[in-house]
DNA sequence: GTGGTCTAGACCACA
DNA sequence: GTGGTCTAGACCACC
């Protein structure tokens, strides 16, 4: 993997996690990779994934028990509402900055159209 | 007006003076703010202010005259650009993250419909 | 039984112990649960009850007979001073805070009355 | 300041602190002891100062200015709630524990009073 | 083996 | 000078 420089590491971590719980790929009561595991496998100091589990925690998204592990979340809704709550944070900023440029919204609705098309091919 | 503390704010008062330019409230030759006068105003550090405009210069939207001040450059090409670059960096990185989190193509034209009709309310 | 997650788990489990030789619920020759039993009850893993057995030991208050289990000790006294122990760490400890948070001393009387009186109710 | 084992040292500063607001010592838009400063104060490493200004931010205690440094809330209520909160978990806590005793409240009540004689001498 | 804390020391972004 | 992040490496408590 690689990181992004604007971003701390220790975020792009937790935006990977979050990620993959929203995909599914992370269910409830999944345990995460360990510290020192992960570290290794993305070559990061292990401190670094620390940080990013503890947030995840702090979050309500991940717990974790002594000595066992750091877990998903059993609470479902909370995946549900991570993913409802990305996205929408995703299309609020979207929209946000869109104005700032001054574009009209049948212009957006275009250039998405457009966009879709080119993804297709 | 209020930062957002994940950004720098000297990108922030970029971003300021990169929509305005966009928007056509600052035209090619214009005068920006002053310094001290725009640091005032923001209640921001005189050096912040400066590192901003020392970007945007870098960038070749502005240009500074030794004693007169720091003006929009003429170039009306590299206005036009910047809101074509703008657009395409907002719309691509849009459409990244929304793969990320795994929505649908049509689940897109569907959530931007329905703000584009919540936002005419 | 839930655990706190500030204190270790078997310290947990020593202080409900303690609680209980204190309230006369285990009394001096009574054998403690099982390692085993205990840890299913508690959900707790063996060798974390173990530990608190342990601890237990070496303050003196349980003794075990290998084969046989763990027993409260036959020492009255122990149990005697075990409460005093207790109750003036906790009332010394709570002090110390008090005068921390820069209460007075007619203040702890009247909040503790009023929550005399709700306890009450 | 010395520092107490069982307690993780950053937790220990965050306690320091809000001591200090509690008491008045530290009051609304005070600036705390730099990260460095305190650190050579305490004799602590900076990061695990820094660890405690973050906890503190994110309880709301504290906020931060970049290149500035951290500060005091300005929220008042933040500090008298503190005060609030600090003193009801003490009192709920103790109560408690004494409970788990088997400690009858007219014992308390003879408890503290002898207490606050002493105290007084 | 698992997470949690701490240190020493470095570099960066910001004011 | 100020906070923020990161690394390397250590030690501890717990399971």
């Not at 790929?25 to 595991?37: A, I, T, W, Y």
């Amino acid at each position: 993997m690689e990181f992004n420089n604007n971003l701390p590491i220790y975020i792009q971590i937790m935006n990977l996690i979050k990620s993959k719980m929203v995909l599914g790929e992370f269910n409830g009561g999944d345990k995460l990779p360990s510290v020192r595991e992960f570290s290794k496998e993305l070559k990061v100091n292990p401190n670094t994934i620390q940080r990013g589990y503890q947030e995840l925690e702090r979050e309500g998204l991940v717990f974790t028990q002594r000595g066992m592990g750091t877990f998903v979340t059993q609470d479902v809704d909370a995946i549900k509402n991570l993913k409802k709550k990305m996205a929408d944070e995703l299309i609020d900023g979207f929209f946000k900055e869109i104005k700032k440029l001054g574009i009209e919204i049948d212009e957006i609705k275009k250039i998405i159209s457009e966009r879709i098309e080119e993804d297709k091919e």
